[in-house]
């Protein structure tokens, strides 16, 4: 069998002093960090979209990447090339999961028959190729969005026939994602928003919105899949109001319509920022929530407005988003999975493997410093100081709830003192500062 990426060996740790950028300075899969390994830990996953299958085309220029399958012409055999292309990737870059859309693996058809048949034979070579080499599936998907019929939304869409072929879509990906183990399905709205409220109905769509995701949880209960079930939120982008906004949003949504023990919280940082928060933000609302359940790992340019999903590599922003997943207990079933493309300009198949090299490496030194953090119990102390009011008196009575109104009132019409302190918000910033640079 062919070989396509012959200038690439194994990628492996070389420690903090190498200065092989096709090594790991920090990612030691087989080190621990408090009672996990590094790829205990970490859960790294491939998006086989933005590696095997992006083209580099944007709204202002053709497809500019060079891949080793660019000259087969057939669909079916360009989507086998890339799968054994695509284990070929994991197993050099030492990743243990990869996660995919359905029509990313394979081809659609004329129809859903076709479209199915041809996911069938794509899924049997990735079946063969899991059992091969031990790689695992963090999660399938369905692509909802980029076909006509999708233009509108896809479970929000005001044409019934589309739904119910968005429900036919979704049944088969869920069943394909079940037979390959994955560990979680993922639901990323797609087009599911919508431009003008002169053309749309509202409440009527966030209804359906329920009813198909409801429909959804009854499929994987029905099919046995044990695997767990995910929204990822995103505002804006592809439409101007998008239903799953942000982790509030979609929390508020899933109780609405009764599914909030169904679904936990893919959380993607670009998505984050788009949605005017930032990424820990986003991880702890999840996490208070019981709800933080897999991450999109990847980063945005706050200097451009949309989705840039660029490899991970402000160690600032790994380091506060592992100390979240750390104060989690972990992601598992959930992992990071590099929802990140390199840029256009980056066309050669090597750099796919310097954006996955960097940003498993930002990840692992977020990781060894958040534990440092937490084992030095840096912000935990001063946290619980700053809310020690609440601990006793008139705090603990307002925390039991033995405190109303009234008591409130008397209380405060005989106190005049407020005991303040210093929120010490630049000191903190220091310490941090010093633990990722020194730690
Ligand atoms: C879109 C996005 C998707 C989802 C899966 O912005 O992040 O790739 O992760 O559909
Ligand atoms: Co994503």
Redesign the pocket.
């Given at each position: 069998m062919s070989e396509y990426f012959p200038e690439i060996d194994a990628i492996t740790y070389g420690g903090p002093a190498s200065e092989d950028p096709l090594s790991f300075n920090y990612y030691d899969p087989d080190r621990e960090i408090g009672s996990k390994t590094m790829e205990e830990h970490l859960r790294f996953s491939v998006?086989y979209?933005h590696t095997f299958t992006e083209d580099g085309s944007d709204p202002f220029g053709v497809g500019t990447m060079e891949r080793p399958w660019d000259d087969i012409d057939d669909p079916m055999e360009k989507a086998h090339a890339r799968v054994d292309a695509g284990f070929e990737f994991f197993e050099k870059l030492g990743v243990p999961y990869f996660c995919f859309?359905d029509r990313d693996i394979a081809p659609r058809g004329e129809n859903l028959a076709e479209s199915n048949e041809n996911l069938d034979e794509i899924v049997d070579h990735v079946e063969e190729k899991m059992d091969e080499t031990g790689v695992e599936l963090l999660w399938g998907?369905s692509?909802l969005f980029m076909e006509p019929k999708y233009m509108h939304g896809a479970a929000t869409s005001p044409n019934a026939d589309v739904f119910a072929h968005a429900a036919g879509q979704v049944k088969k990906a869920m069943e394909v994602t079940e037979r390959l183990g994955g560990e979680n399905f993922?639901f990323?709205g797609?087009r599911e928003g919508y431009k003008t409220l002169l053309n749309s109905d509202m409440g009527r769509e966030l209804d359906n919105m329920g009813r198909f995701l409801q429909m959804a949880a009854d499929y994987a209960d029905d099919i046995g899949f044990e695997g767990q079930l995910l929204i990822?939120p995103?505002p804006r982008?592809p439409t101007k109001h998008q239903y799953d906004f942000d982790a509030a949003n979609v929390l508020a949504f899933l109780r609405e319509y009764g599914l909030a023990d169904r679904f936990a919280l893919?959380l993607?940082a670009?998505?984050a920022t788009l949605a005017g928060h930032n990424f820990r933000h986003e991880l702890q609302y999840g996490r208070i929530n019981d709800a933080l359940g897999s991450v999109?790992a990847n980063q945005g340019d706050k200097l451009i407005g949309w989705?840039t999903?660029e490899f991970p590599t402000d160690v600032y922003m790994t380091t506060l988003a592992m100390y979240e997943i750390l104060e989690n207990g972990g992601l598992a079933p959930g992992g990071l999975n590099f929802?990140a493309k390199v840029r256009r300009e980056s066309f050669e198949p090597v750099d796919l493997f310097y954006g996955h090299v960097s940003g498993m490496d930002a990840f692992a030194r977020g990781l060894e410093v958040a534990h440092e953090l937490r084992e030095d119990g840096i912000f935990e102390e001063v946290i619980d100081e700053r809310y020690s009011s609440y601990e006793e008196g008139i705090g603990a009575e307002i925390v039991s709830g033995e405190a109303d109104f009234d008591s409130l009132a008397e209380y405060a019409l005989n106190n005049d003192g407020f005991d303040l302190s210093s929120g010490r918000q630049e000191k903190l910033e220091s310490i941090l500062n010093r633990y990722i640079l020194e730690s």
């Amino acid at each position: 069998m062919s070989e396509y990426f012959p200038e690439i060996d194994a990628i492996t740790y070389g420690g903090p002093a190498s200065e092989d950028p096709l090594s790991f300075n920090y990612y030691d899969p087989d080190r621990e960090i408090g009672s996990k390994t590094m790829e205990e830990h970490l859960r790294f996953s491939v998006a086989y979209w933005h590696t095997f299958t992006e083209d580099g085309s944007d709204p202002f220029g053709v497809g500019t990447m060079e891949r080793p399958w660019d000259d087969i012409d057939d669909p079916m055999e360009k989507a086998h090339a890339r799968v054994d292309a695509g284990f070929e990737f994991f197993e050099k870059l030492g990743v243990p999961y990869f996660c995919f859309h359905d029509r990313d693996i394979a081809p659609r058809g004329e129809n859903l028959a076709e479209s199915n048949e041809n996911l069938d034979e794509i899924v049997d070579h990735v079946e063969e190729k899991m059992d091969e080499t031990g790689v695992e599936l963090l999660w399938g998907t369905s692509q909802l969005f980029m076909e006509p019929k999708y233009m509108h939304g896809a479970a929000t869409s005001p044409n019934a026939d589309v739904f119910a072929h968005a429900a036919g879509q979704v049944k088969k990906a869920m069943e394909v994602t079940e037979r390959l183990g994955g560990e979680n399905f993922v639901f990323w709205g797609g087009r599911e928003g919508y431009k003008t409220l002169l053309n749309s109905d509202m409440g009527r769509e966030l209804d359906n919105m329920g009813r198909f995701l409801q429909m959804a949880a009854d499929y994987a209960d029905d099919i046995g899949f044990e695997g767990q079930l995910l929204i990822e939120p995103k505002p804006r982008e592809p439409t101007k109001h998008q239903y799953d906004f942000d982790a509030a949003n979609v929390l508020a949504f899933l109780r609405e319509y009764g599914l909030a023990d169904r679904f936990a919280l893919n959380l993607e940082a670009n998505h984050a920022t788009l949605a005017g928060h930032n990424f820990r933000h986003e991880l702890q609302y999840g996490r208070i929530n019981d709800a933080l359940g897999s991450v999109d790992a990847n980063q945005g340019d706050k200097l451009i407005g949309w989705d840039t999903d660029e490899f991970p590599t402000d160690v600032y922003m790994t380091t506060l988003a592992m100390y979240e997943i750390l104060e989690n207990g972990g992601l598992a079933p959930g992992g990071l999975n590099f929802d990140a493309k390199v840029r256009r300009e980056s066309f050669e198949p090597v750099d796919l493997f310097y954006g996955h090299v960097s940003g498993m490496d930002a990840f692992a030194r977020g990781l060894e410093v958040a534990h440092e953090l937490r084992e030095d119990g840096i912000f935990e102390e001063v946290i619980d100081e700053r809310y020690s009011s609440y601990e006793e008196g008139i705090g603990a009575e307002i925390v039991s709830g033995e405190a109303d109104f009234d008591s409130l009132a008397e209380y405060a019409l005989n106190n005049d003192g407020f005991d303040l302190s210093s929120g010490r918000q630049e000191k903190l910033e220091s310490i941090l500062n010093r633990y990722i640079l020194e730690s």
